[in-house]
Structures are given as structure tokens and as C-alpha cells.
């Protein structure tokens, strides 16, 4: 069964630090995966795409990274600022249908507080 | 910011009334998506169009329905709201030339609450 997980759930942290956001997902075949961020009571935006062949992404203050082998993809988020306050939502498109289809992780709630 | 627009942003409405959710894009775009969205969950596709007058099922069902009249039009309909289907609906479209590149772009969402 194709899924997404993502760890941790929820995250809390302090302005100016960094954290990280996981997502282990078991889709195949894979196509590619992005990592999007949903404003609450918005829809989701893309932050990065990453192919196969890629192994790290950057978007300003956003990394993401990708191990295809292991099926693990992180995102990186420096320097955090209060608009970072959003849900992270891990998606990974696979190769075997035209609609292109995409399979969503449940997200990770970060919280930057000042 | 993606050229897809979703109306009514917020909507409360009581049982048993028939409601429309709007969703145009003005990028063009042939295929076309409606998702719902619950607190905390995953999005679930419960329709999607390749393009005009073509529209299908997704994987969660849903007793809505949908219509493709026009390329930058996706309405959905309920035709008799119950509160199992307060939720969070958001429309996508995509221009599905690349399958390894195929972007979805998200509208801001409709906010249902039916009582």
C-alpha cells in the first residue's frame, strides 16, 4: 500500500532556531516528491520538487534532501521566523498513471514562537 | 500565488440544503482536482477532470459531484448537505504536461460547516 508518514507530528520551537521535518513513504513507483506548506485555512503551496536522481533541494531558508534508497526525504528550516508557523506537508507523485497521481503525508504542525 | 480561486471561502449552511463550490483557474489548466481536507488528516482526492466534460471519482467517496462545462471551471455540488460533511474542500489544477514535473496548484480552500 502506497503511504506517507511524517514525524513529528507537532513541533514546537523558538525564532531563530533551526529544526528538522521527516517523511518516510513507500510509494512506487516513485516519481518525485515535494514538500508543501499550508498557511492554516489556506491551501498548500510548493516549497521544493525532488526527482530520483536528486539528492538535495534548497528554497531560501528551506532544505529539503532526499534518500531514495531508503525512501526518507528531510526538511531543513533555518533561521526560523514567526511566518515559518504553518503545517508541513510531505508529497510523494508516482510514475504509473497520467493523472499524476499524489500521495499526502498528515504533515507536521510547526509552531515558531518569539 | 497560483490563479485558482475557490468561492465561498467560508460557508454555514443547515441539513438538508443543496449547495455549490466554486473553483476557476485562469492558467489554462487541463486537469482539475477537488480534495477534502479534515484537522490534522491528509488531503483525499474525491474527484478530478482530464478536461472538459471529463470527470471521475477519487478515492475517497464523497456524495458530492462535480461538473466540467468549461476548461476553467470545476464546480462541486451537494445536493442535500448533512453535518458529515463539514470539512475543509480545496480545488487543484495542474497542467499535467510532465508527468515527473506535474505541479498541482492549490485554491485557498472552502471552509463547510453544516449544521
Known amino acids: 500500500k502506497n503511504q506517507v508518514e511524517q514525524s513529528p507530528q507537532s513541533l514546537i520551537i523558538l525564532e531563530g532556531k533551526n529544526c528538522t521535518l521527516q517523511?518516510?513513504?513507500?510509494?512506487?513507483?516513485?516519481?518525485?516528491l515535494r514538500w508543501y506548506k499550508q498557511d492554516t485555512g489556506r491551501g498548500p503551496v510548493s516549497l521544493t520538487i525532488?526527482?530520483?536522481?536528486?539528492n538535495t533541494k534548497s528554497n531560501g531558508r528551506y532544505t529539503a534532501t532526499l534518500d531514495a534508497d531508503t525512501k526518507q526525504s528531510s526538511l531543513h528550516i533555518t533561521a526560523s521566523q514567526l511566518s515559518d508557523s504553518a503545517s508541513y506537508i510531505c508529497?510523494?507523485?508516482?510514475?504509473?498513471?497520467?493523472?499524476?497521481?499524489?500521495?499526502f503525508g498528515r504533515g507536521t504542525q510547526l509552531t515558531v514562537w518569539p | 500565488e497560483a490563479d485558482i480561486y475557490q468561492t465561498p471561502r467560508y460557508l454555514v449552511i443547515g441539513t438538508g440544503k443543496k449547495i455549490t463550490l466554486e473553483c476557476s483557474q485562469t492558467?489554462?489548466?487541463?486537469?482539475m482536482y477537488w480534495y477534502q481536507q479534515d484537522p490534522g488528516m491528509e488531503l483525499h482526492l474525491i474527484h478530478y477532470?482530464?478536461?472538459?466534460?471529463?470527470?471521475e471519482k477519487g478515492d475517497l467517496s464523497s456524495e458530492s459531484t462535480v461538473s466540467r462545462i468549461r476548461t476553467e471551471h470545476f464546480p462541486l455540488t451537494l445536493e442535500s448537505a448533512r453535518p458529515s460533511h463539514t470539512s475543509q474542500y480545496l480545488c487543484?489544477?495542474?497542467?499535467?504536461?510532465?508527468?515527473?514535473?506535474?505541479?498541482?496548484?492549490f485554491g485557498p480552500g472552502t471552509r463547510l460547516t453544516v449544521l
Open positions: 487543484a489544477s495542474s497542467n499535467g504536461t510532465s508527468d515527473a514535473y506535474n505541479e498541482q496548484f
Open positions: 508529497v510523494v507523485s508516482d510514475r504509473g498513471s497520467t493523472l499524476g497521481r499524489l500521495y
Open positions: 477532470s482530464y478536461g472538459v466534460n471529463s470527470t
Open positions: 517523511c518516510n513513504y513507500t510509494v512506487s513507483p516513485f516519481s518525485n
Open positions: 525532488m526527482t530520483f536522481s536528486e
Open positions: 492558467m489554462g489548466h487541463d486537469k
